[in-house]
């Protein structure tokens, strides 16, 4: 059997169970040089391939000729294998497990008493991704298993420093090198899971990619993490990695491993407030978030009381968008009525309205303070949603 850690296995014959017992129908996990990586238990229809893989951890040389001829590495979806009765394989299909063009393995079902449909062969091509990922992963682990890489990379997420040393012994970091860390966080409605192999697809990819700046990553349940050695990445490249629509938070470098956690809360936090305020790009440094570094902090609902009602009915959007981009250019009324195309005369009559309506007054320096940090904490939490782009603190 091919040589791979505990855990990595335990993780590949969990899913190959689930899956034959889904299909009923006994599974055979090879690696691509087709020696066997895990199996399910007998059920059904047993050939002498079958019996001898799992005996040998390996079928014969005739055996691997026949089904290489029949065209399994070239393949790129299931495969239908004829049976050969001189060689004792009865018919069988097979799934590449691919990540991307590359090839990682193969799935074997057998193709007997009865047949399986073509319903069932879809079934196990949409588990072969995941099941890629996985032995992907373990290929690209420098020094650690891939589980004990996210274990670390965990720990040192949550500020473990001994995960910063293990990374460090491990060669999977390098100890001189300051790291930066990145957030992406998904803008797409697909389901939890479909997210979670998304964002692992392009992680892993990037990571080849980026060998030169010894990349780490994770993924949990609503973002996932790169970590780069050296200088910032661009996160241009983060986004062409992605099958879906991302925004990307930032952290600060830090000079050392050990610091990755607090590069991380600061990703974390730029990655929210991008998703929130789409006029800050799909990519935002923490370092240049401006007034929102300090407002992520805050309580979303400590408002100007006056901005309530206004702030619940649509109708009076204009206004609040009004009163924003003023609020954001200084109080220039020149430079509000440029902006938003607006006579001042026009622009004058909105500022008192929304005066009236609020009840505040614009002079005072101190409700225009309130009145602005007001409009940005409702921005984040959502409750107000501009119609087009405005100048941004």
């Known amino acids: 059997m091919t040589k791979y850690p505990g855990d990595v296995v335990a993780d590949l014959q969990r899913t190959v169970d689930e899956l034959a017992a889904r299909l009923d129908r006994p599974l055979l996990l090879e690696d691509r040089v087709q020696r066997v990586v895990v199996y399910s238990e007998q059920n059904g229809a047993m050939d002498d391939v079958r019996r001898d893989s799992i005996l040998r951890r390996h079928s014969t040389p005739e055996v691997r000729q026949w089904v290489r001829t029949a065209g399994i590495h070239e393949a790129t979806g299931p495969l239908r294998i004829p049976g050969a009765p001189h060689l004792g394989l009865l018919p069988r299909v097979c799934v590449p497990v691919r990540h991307e063009a590359g090839l990682l393995g193969f799935l074997w079902f057998i193709d007997s008493g009865p047949a399986m449909s073509g319903a069932r062969i879809a079934q196990a091509a949409a588990v072969a991704p995941a099941l890629a990922l996985t032995l992907y992963h373990e290929s690209l682990a420098t020094g650690l298993a891939s589980h004990r890489e996210l274990e670390a990379v965990t720990g040192l997420l949550l500020g473990e420093r ?58 949990r349940y609503d973002h996932a993490v790169l970590l780069t050695a050296g200088g910032a990445m661009a996160a241009d490249e983060l986004h062409a990695a992605m099958s879906i629509p991302v925004v990307v938070g930032i952290g600060r470098a ?39 570094r300090m407002l992520t902090h805050l309580p979303h609902h400590e408002l100007h009381p006056g901005l309530a009602d206004l702030l619940a009915d649509e109708q009076y959007l204009p206004l609040l968008e009004t009163l924003e981009t003023y609020l954001d250019l200084a109080g220039s009324a020149v430079a509000t009525s440029r902006a938003l195309r607006l006579h001042r005369t026009s622009l004058y009559y909105r500022l008192q309205r929304l005066e009236e309506l609020a009840r505040t007054d614009l002079k005072d320096g101190g409700e225009r303070l309130a009145l602005h940090l007001s409009l940005k904490l409702a921005r984040l939490s959502g409750s107000y949603r501009p119609r087009e782009a405005r100048p941004s603190t």
């Not at 860390?181 to 990037?206: N, T, W, Y």
């Not at 991008?274 to 929102?292: C, H, K, T």
Request: no cysteine; proline share 7%; charged share 25%.
């Open 162 to 219: 001994d995960s910063a040393r293990q990374l460090i012994e491990a060669g999977a970091f390098p100890q001189a090198q300051p790291v930066t860390v990145l957030v992406a966080r998904p803008l797409s409605d697909e389901p939890d899971e479909a997210l979670r192999l998304a964002l692992e697809q392009g992680l892993l990819a990037l990571r080849r990619r980026l060998s030169g700046h010894h990349p780490l990553h994770l993924v």
């Open 254 to 292: 830090r000079p050392a491993l050990a610091e990755a956690a607090e590069s991380y809360t600061e990703a974390r936090h730029a990655a929210e407030v991008a998703a929130r305020v789409p006029d800050l790009g799909r990519s935002v440094e923490w370092a240049r978030l401006g007034v929102y």
